[in-house]
């Protein structure tokens, strides 16, 4: 009977260190969620001449980059992603958002992960969109700021435990420390490539900075679209459609009916030639 006693006072001792441990390892990873920025970026100021923006053009920003898809058709935010496991994320009411902040604000978000309030942003694709020019930057705050303010503020983020393990473990990292971190530049294959590499932008968010694909998304390395003639790499663009006539179902799929359609033939086919050249040196590097 003693034995048992013991045993006993054994698994609540582990019981309890158990529980600290769970207990300990929440608050640090809250700690590291909810920390402040420590930094303010740089004054952004877009209400006046040369650099008033333009709503109708970052209207097409807007859809090309996908906005519409974690904040809802109206700006008011949505939920957009439910594995409780991991993270539910909701897109927060930009027409609240725009009313209370300003342009520096917003753009703080946009392109340097940084909310309103100083906190850092998470899931926000700022590491994407920190290739907007001060223009582009301009004519979305424009296009933002078009709406007028209506419905509720949006909850804020949850991670799950499996989240959470992974902020504690550095595989999770905020917007603002992937930026600090430093994100590089896509490649510069001369100027005859500028126009497929500034549309390459859209590309980052799915495929990673430097195209080679992403594990998180499950993306492919963008090497791949050297195997595609012009008019499979069209259709794939803007019907989701890859080689061979297979409807895809996944992120490339609904990015190509949802945000893609708004690229001309032109734009697709410069997209195109950047990415073969970007094959070619990248083979030309293995060999």
């Not at 709503?55 to 935010?77: F, I, K, P, T, W």
């Not at 195209?211 to 993306?219: D, P, R, Y």
């Not at 195997?227 to 259709?235: E, G, I, P, T």
Request: hydrophobic residues 45%; positive net charge.
């Amino acid at each position: 009977m003693r034995v048992v006693k013991w045993a006993g006072y054994g698994l609540a001792g582990v019981a309890v260190f158990v529980l600290f441990a769970v207990a300990g390892a929440f608050a640090a990873s809250e700690a590291m969620i909810r920390w402040p920025a420590g930094e303010r970026p740089a004054q952004f100021v877009s209400a006046t001449p040369p650099m008033t923006g333009s709503a109708e053009r970052g209207r097409r920003l807007a859809v090309l980059n996908g906005c519409h898809d974690c904040h809802g058709d109206r700006l008011q935010g949505r939920l957009f992603h439910d594995d409780p496991a991991i993270v539910r994320a909701w897109g927060p009411n930009l027409t609240r958002v725009a009313a209370q902040q300003t342009d520096s604000q917003l753009n703080a978000a946009i392109r340097h992960g940084v909310g309103g309030d100083g906190r850092q942003l998470w899931v926000m694709p700022s590491s994407a969109f920190a290739q907007l020019s001060d223009r582009e930057t301009a004519d979305l705050i424009a296009y933002v700021r078009s709406f007028p303010v209506a419905g509720e503020d949006q909850p804020r983020l949850e991670v799950g435990h499996v989240g959470r393990l992974g902020v504690l473990l550095g595989k999770f990292r905020s917007e603002h420390a992937l930026l600090k971190a430093g994100v590089p530049p896509l490649p510069n294959l001369g100027p005859q490539y500028a126009q497929g590499r500034a549309v390459a932008r859209l590309c980052v968010e799915c495929h990673g900075a430097d195209l080679k694909g992403s594990e998180a998304t499950k993306s492919p390395d963008l090497t791949m679209a050297a195997s595609y003639d012009d008019a499979d790499f069209r259709r794939l663009l803007h019907q989701g459609v890859a080689a061979g006539g297979r409807r895809l179902d996944n992120l490339m799929g609904a990015a190509a009916r949802s945000r893609f359609t708004a690229l001309t033939d032109a734009e697709i086919q410069a997209l195109h030639a950047y990415l073969k050249a970007r094959a070619e040196r990248e083979i030309a590097a293995a060999q």
